[in-house]
Structures are given as C-alpha cells and as structure tokens.
C-alpha cells in the first residue's frame, strides 16, 4: 500500500517531532503490557503441573480438591498448605512476576496497612493490603480502555451531528445549535454525581452517562468544515450529477473533515482519562474495589502518612496524560500544512 504525497508529507513530519514520535512508542508499550495485566501481575499461577497433568489456572478456576486438598471452593494458589499438597506430587508453578492481582490482599503485612514498599510490595500497599503495583498496572489499562471508547463512540456522534449540521444548514443547524447550546450549558458534572448517586455505576454504565456529554467537542469543528465544503465546485457537481447528499457527505466532504477532527482526538481521549480519574477520586466512579488511579489518589489524600500512594498514582496518570498531550501535539503539527520541519 503506497501513501499519497500528502499523507507520506504528514507522516515524516510527525515522525521529524521527536517528542511525540517516542511518546506514542512509549504509550504503545506501556498500553499493549497493561492489555497483558494478568500475565505480569496476578495471584494465580501462568502454568501449573501435579501428579503428571498441566493445569491453567489463568483461563480455568480449579477446586482445591483438584489438588488434594479438603474443600470445593477455588483454590488459592497463594496459601502454603495447597503449595505443599501441589510439591508433594513434584508439581510445581510458574508465577507471575507480581504474585498480586488488583484485589488480592496480603494477609502476611508485618505492619498495619497501608504497608510501606518492600521486597514482596514493591510500591507497599493501599489501607486495604493490596498491592500497589498491581492496582496500577491494572488502573492504567480501565483508564485507557474506558477513554478509548469514550472517544471513538462520542466522535462517532460528534462527526454525524457536525455534518448533518454544517452540511444542511439552514433551519436544521438552527435547531441543533439552539439544543447543543442548551444541553452544553448543563451543569456536567453535578448530573453525573447525582445519576451516580442514584444507580450504582460500572465501567458501561458510566460509559453511557459521559457519552451523554462528550459528544459535543468535535461538532463545531466538523460544522465549520461542513460548512466551508459545501459549497465548493466539486461538492456542486456531485449535486448536479444527481449523487444523494449521504454519498457526498460521505464521500467528498468527510473526508476534509477528518483532518481537524484527527488532531483533535489525542486531546479528547485526555480528557475522557481525566474525567474518569476525577469521577473515581471524588467516590462516584467505578464500583468499589475496581482498579482505579482516581481512587488510588483519594487513598493518598485520606493517608497522608503513606505517601507511596499518592506519588505513585500521581507520577502514572502524569506520564500517561503527558504522553498523550505529546502525542496530540505531533499529531497537530502533523496536519498542519504551515508546520514544516528542516
């Protein structure tokens, strides 16, 4: 597949910005090993063996029975009495790196939690015992994966009423300017608080609340660029020629479009992370016991004597915003037909 002029222009100039080039690298990474989370940091065994069979503790929840032990309920793979059962047929475990998932909780603290960082908790653990490794790595993929929806499903929204918009104007963009200056001049967040407080939130639930609200911030780009094409020669052609207005929508002035509206989507994925961590640090995010960034912060505000929490949660979601402000800076340049590099 060979790229046009303009688009291989575009692609050595983002690669020419440095800053962003090696910051989507480095997201990338840090995204693809957090897709991973389960294999990096979890309190079961990858890869198991006893009495001459292979088990996959991973992928499937076994019985302590299944190992000679007493009881049917799941084994936990962490207690020494069902690690010396499993040795005792020459078996043995192939752990994680972090023998910690994002709810396990260490029972052997030789301090009151929060613990401070050690060998075994190597950034301590929250008040409740649970490693903070583990609830980062884990945070740091919800966080990403709840932004990445967020944004493609309210850009989705945002381009179609933005060029439905902008494409027919008149008395249709009256109307649609008359609700989104109504509906952007509700108070976001208290809504969200109170419909929050109301039904107990999860990961789609809340998706649907923000989705409510974010789909306004590409409609005035995507109106103007409507807007500015549809009068070109090109666009009256395609009238004349008898093509219906979903195919040169599609076709001929989308396309225009999406050059601002891509410059802008790094920007909005920040801001749906944000939003999410703020949600989680004011207690009307993710259900309890979720992993979450925002509230590994509200743990780091209430325990002032454990500062782990708070830098910890602090210096992540800084690298991850960071990173992606980088990239969104690239990204601009990148489009930007003025913006050449030597």
């Known amino acids: 597949m060979t790229l046009s002029p303009i688009n291989r222009r575009r692609l050595l100039n983002f690669k020419r910005n440095r800053r962003g080039f090696w ?11 957090s897709l991973g989370a389960e294999l990096i940091a979890n309190d079961k065994p990858v890869l198991l063996r006893f009495d ?7 992928l499937v929840d076994y019985p302590e029975t299944a190992f000679g032990g007493d009881f049917e309920t799941q084994a936990n793979y962490r207690d020494s009495y069902l690690q010396d059962l499993i040795a005792e047929k020459d078996g043995w475990m192939i752990w994680p790196p972090i023998r910690y998932s994002y709810r396990t909780i260490n029972l052997d603290l030789q301090v009151p939690a929060p613990g401070p960082p050690s ?3 190597w950034l301590g653990t ?9 609830r980062l790595i884990y945070g740091f993929r919800i966080s990403v994966l709840f932004g990445l929806i967020l944004t493609i499903f309210s850009s989705i929204i945002g381009v179609a009423a933005g060029a439905v918009q902008g494409y027919f104007g008149g008395l249709t963009d009256l109307l649609f300017q008359r609700f989104i200056e109504i509906w952007s001049g509700l108070p976001t ?12 939130p999860n990961f789609w639930w809340l998706l649907g609340l923000l989705l409510l609200f974010s789909w306004m911030s590409l409609v005035g780009v995507v109106r103007a660029e409507f807007l500015r094409a549809r009068n070109f020669e090109y666009v009256r052609a395609a009238r004349a020629l008898g093509v219906n207005d979903i195919a040169i929508m599609w ?15 790094p920007f909005i994925l920040n801001g749906s992370i944000s939003t999410l961590t703020s949600l989680d640090f004011l207690g009307f995010g993710l259900p309890p016991g979720s992993a979450s960034l925002g509230e590994l912060l509200r743990q780091g505000q209430r325990n002032l004597n454990a500062p782990w929490l708070g830098l910890s949660g602090f210096v992540v979601i800084s690298l991850m915003l960071s990173l992606l402000i980088f990239i969104g800076e690239a990204t601009r340049d990148a489009f930007d037909p003025r913006k050449t590099f030597r």
């Not at 910051?23 to 090993?33: K, N, T, V």
């Not at 001929?252 to 509206?261: D, G, I, R, S």
């Open 189 to 200: 967040l208290y809504l969200l608080i109170i419909l929050a407080s109301v039904v107990q």
């Open 251 to 265: 076709r001929h002035v989308l396309p225009n479009a999406m050059v601002a509206t891509l410059t802008m989507l």
């Open 126 to 134: 929250d008040d409740q015992g649970r490693d903070v490794v583990a």
């Open 52 to 58: 001459g069979k292979f088990y996959y503790p991973l």
């Open 23 to 33: 910051s989507l690298w480095i997201f990338l990474a840090l995204f693809i090993l």
């Open 119 to 121: 060998t075994d908790n």
